[in-house]
Antibody, heavy 119, light 107 residues
Framework: QVQLQQWGAGLLKPSETLSLTCAVYGGSFSGYYYNWIRQPPGKGLEWIGE???????NYNPSLKSRLTISVDTSKSQVSLKLTSVTAADTAVYYC?????????????WGQGTMVTVSS | EIVMTQSPATLSVSPGERATLSCRAT??????VAWYQQKPGQAPRLLIYGASTRATGIPARFSGSGSGTEFTLTISSLQSEDFAVYYC?????????FGQGTKVDIK
């Protein structure tokens, strides 16, 4: 049974950098696209971006200037960095993945990390 | 950006009844649509991909249909555990987008 376990700081001040890491346990790391998705409190889902094992990325244009998604295949991990955060970035952040044949869809989900941006 | 519009925003259904949820795309996404279920305090769960293929372990009462710009998720006989929020998503375009969600609650 595959597990996506994610971690990172949950409380940030405005202008700081949000950093999250997601590790894959119990399953193959290759053959998947890894996505980050977020959900502000009480609101819907927003796709942040994705990466594959080879490091190819797609980013949401609304976040692209502040966003970096990277992969470390030796550790079966993907990471998210979002710079210059504001209160609008307060959300639950999910690491997800889907097999290549349905790249962009999310078959497996991490537990979510609540990130609050507040001064 | 492809906008996904779900209707209705809220659907009130009695247990055992059929629920029909709609999702419309602003341009063709062929069959590259997924449906998710989210319960309070939980991560979403993939129900349907490819517009009509059930994900692993999803009960047969969930079915998806449609192609192009119009899509439907049908729950044939609602069980108590099905009351939740449902999202559609297109993954046809590299800029993946979600609908705003439909809440299915108890009538």
């Amino acid at each position: 049974q595959v597990q996506l376990q994610q971690w990172g700081a949950g409380l940030l001040k405005p202008s700081e950098t949000l950093s999250l890491t997601c590790a894959v346990y119990g399953g193959s790391f290759s053959g998947y696209y890894y996505n980050w998705i977020r959900q502000p409190p009480g609101k819907g889902l927003e796709w942040i971006g994705e990466i594959n094992r080879g490091g190819d990325t797609n980013y949401n244009p609304s976040l692209k200037s502040r966003l970096t998604i990277s992969v470390d295949t030796s550790k079966s991990q993907v990471s998210l960095k979002l710079t210059s955060v504001t209160a609008a970035d307060t959300a639950v952040y999910y690491c997800t993945r889907g097999p290549r044949r349905i790249a962009g869809a999310a078959d497996d989900w991490g537990q979510g990390t609540m990130v609050t941006v507040s001064s | 950006e492809i906008v996904m519009t779900q209707s209705p925003a809220t659907l009130s259904v009695s247990p055992g009844e059929r629920a029909t949820l709609s999702c419309r795309a602003t341009e063709s996404v062929t069959s590259n649509v997924a449906w998710y279920q989210q319960k309070p305090g939980q991560a979403p769960r993939l129900l349907i991909y490819g517009a009509s293929t059930r994900a692993t372990g999803i009960p047969a009462r969930f079915s998806g249909s449609g192609s192009g710009t119009e899509f439907t998720l049908t729950i044939s006989s609602l069980q108590s555990e099905d009351f939740a929020v449902y999202y559609c998503q297109q993954y046809h375009n590299w800029r993946r987008t979600f609908g705003q969600g439909t809440k299915v609650d108890i009538k």
